[in-house]
C-alpha cells in the first residue's frame, strides 16, 4: 500500500515520527467539507511544530500527546484537540472550529484569533490572546502576565488567576476573570457585569466545558477605559 | 554725524535655525510629536555619490538596442515549489490599503503586472482591487495581522514576513482617526475613527530562532508552494541578513533608512536606521558568508528613483530593488498640477507629506470617496507601466554601457564613488584611486 493513500473509513491513524509534518498537513489540507475522513488520530506528536495547521474542514483531529510551536494554527472549521500540552502560539491566527487543549498552553495561545473556540485545560502562559481579534478563549486555569495585550475583539474567560498587566492597551474584547488578577494594564478597567454579559459568559462556560459548578456570578468583567483610542499627550506616561 | 562702525549684521543660528525654532514652538503649541508620511528629508549619502566607469579598452560595451541585455529575475528559488519570476527587477513596495485608497492599490496591480512586476500588500489586509488586478502579489504578515487569513495566504504567490521597515526600524504601524474608514475598520476588526498604533513585534514569536519555526508554520500552512521573504529595515544589516538566512527565508528584502513611510514619527523616520548605501554592502557580505549569494535573492530598497539607482544597487549585489515613493509620484503624488489645492493645506507641490489626515488631493493616500474618487487607477498604471518601463531601459542602458548581458551581471568593480562617505559604505574605490576607505589601496 502507498503511504499516502489512507483508509475511507473509520478514524484515521497518522504516525507522525514515521511519516512526517509535511504528509500530515497536505493530507488534511486535501480534506474538503465532503470527506467522509472526518476522524483523524495523530500519534507520536513528539513535540512537532505547525501540526494540523492551516485545516479548513469540518474534521475531528485528536493529537495524542504533547505539541511544539502553532498547532492548529489558522485553523478553520476543524475541531482539534490536544491530548497533552501545548508549545507556543497554538491556535494563532484561527479562524473558526474549536481546538482543545487537555493540559497546559504555552506563550501567545490563541493570538490574533479570529473565530472559534479555544479551550485550554489547565493553565495558559504569558500573553494569551494577545492581540485576538473575535477567538472565544476559555482557560480552565490560570493565565500569565500580558494576557489580551491589545486584544481587538473576542472573550476570554479565565477560571483561575491572570497574571500581571491583563489587557494592556486593549479595545474591545471581553475578559472575564474568576479569580484574582495580579495587576491590570494600561486602558484596561472592571467594568459592570450586565446581564448579557452573565448569558453569554455561561454560554461560554459550557461550551468550554468548564465545571457546572462554576457559576458566571463569579467573574468580574474588564475591558478598554477606551482612554488611549485618540492620542492625548497628557496620557503620554500611560505607555 | 552717526558712528562710522557698521551694526552687526542680523546673524541666525546654524543650531536654532528658523527650521529647528519652528519645530520647537509646534511641539510647545500642540503637545504631540511630528507625525508624517514620506522618507527622511535629510541629506544622505546616496547612489548619486555612485558612477559607473563605462567601457574601455579592457572592457568592451553591447551595442544598445541590438545586443541583448536581460532583466528577469527568479525569486524565492530556494525552498518555494513555486518561485517567482518577473520580467523586471523593480517590484512595488507593501503599502497599506489604509494609507492608500483602493483606487491607488488598484493603480499599483495595474502598472504592475503590465510591466511584468510584482506588487506587495501592506498593513491592513489584503484587498480586491490589488489581488484582482496583480499578476504576481506579495502578502505581507505583519506584527498587527490586521486582516491575516489562510486564504489570503493561499491566493498570494509570495508572502513577506515584516520585521521592520527602513523608515522606522523597531516601530509599528500608524494610522491615524482621519483614516480609520468603515471598511478599514471592518478589514482590521477595529473601531471607526481612532488612532490605530500597530504592534512593532510579532505577537506569537521574538528571536531568530522562534522565526524559523514562524517560517515553517507558514510553509506548511501553504504546502510549501510560496517563497518566504523576510523583510528587514536596515538597522544591523549583516546580522539581520544572515538571521534571516538561517530562520528560511528564500528572500530578504532589506529597506534602508530613506524608505518611505505611511505616517511615522518625523523624529524616527530622521534620527533612525542607516542610508540603503551602507546597507546594500553588509547584507551582500552576509549572503556570500553563508555561500548564500544569489541563492537567497536580496531586494533593496528606500529611495530608489531611476534606472542608475536600480543599476546601482544591482551592481552592489542586489537580486532587485523596491520602490513605494517614486511609485505613488509615477501615480501623480505631489503633482505640481496640484498647487492650488496643496497650498490651501498650507503646503507645496513637492513637499505635502501629511498622508496620515487624508486629504489627499491626489486621491492617493485617503480614504475619503470624494477624493479618491479623482483618481482614475487606468491612467494611472499606465503612468507606473511607463515610469518602471523608463527605469528598466535605464538599467539596461548603463548595463551595455558596462558590457553585461544581464543586469545581474553588474558588479562593484564597474563602479567608483564620490566622496570618502560613500566609498567607505559602498565599498568602492574613490574616484580616480584605488582607494577604499577602511580597506587597502591607496590615493
Ligand atoms: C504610503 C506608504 C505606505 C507604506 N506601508 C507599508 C506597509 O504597510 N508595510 C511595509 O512593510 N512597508 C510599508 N511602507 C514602506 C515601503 O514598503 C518601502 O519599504 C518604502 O516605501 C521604500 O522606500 P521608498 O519609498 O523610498 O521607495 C510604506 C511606504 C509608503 C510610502
Redesign the interface.
Known sequence: MKSNVLEQTATQTFDLSARG??EL??SL?ALSGATNMTAWEVVNPKGA??IA??V?APVDISVMGST???CA??N?QATIRVKGSAG??VA??M?SGTVIVDGDAS??AG??G?GGLLVIKGNASS?CG??M??VEIVVHGNIGHMSA??A??GSLVVCGDAGDALGDSL??AKLFVRGSVKSLGADCIEKEMRPEHLEHLADLLRRGECDPTIKPEEFRRYGSARKL???N??NASAY | MTSEFPHTPPRKSYTFSDAVNADIRRAAATGIYDIRGGGTKRFLPHFDDLLFLGASISRYPLEGYREKCATDVWLGTRHAKKPIHLDIPVTIAGMSFGALSGPAKEALGRGASAAGTSTTTGDGGMTEEERGHSKTLVYQYLPSRYGMNPDDLRRADAIEVVVGQGAKPGGGGMLLGQKISDRVAMMRNLPKGIDQRSACRHPDWTGPDDLEIKILELREITDWEKPIYVKIGGARPYYDTALAVKAGADVVVLDGMQGGTAATQDVFIEHVGQPILACIPQAVKALQDLGMHRKVQLIVSGGIRSGADVAKAMALGADAVAIGTAALIALGDNDPALEAEYQKLGTTAGAYDDWHEGKDPAGITTQDPELYSRFDPVLGGRRLTNYLKVMTLEAQTIARACGKNHLHNLEPEDLCALTIEAAAMAGVPIAGTSWIPGRNGSF
Do not use: V, W
Open positions: 509534518l509535511r498537513n497536505s489540507h511544530h505547525a495547521a492551516g479548513d511544539g510551536y502553532y494554527g489558522m478553520k507556543p502560539g494563532e491566527n479562524m506563550q501567545y493570538a490574533t479570529r500573553r494577545i492581540s481579534k473575535g495585550f491589545m481587538q475583539s479595545y474591545e483610542y485618540n492620542f499627550i497628557d
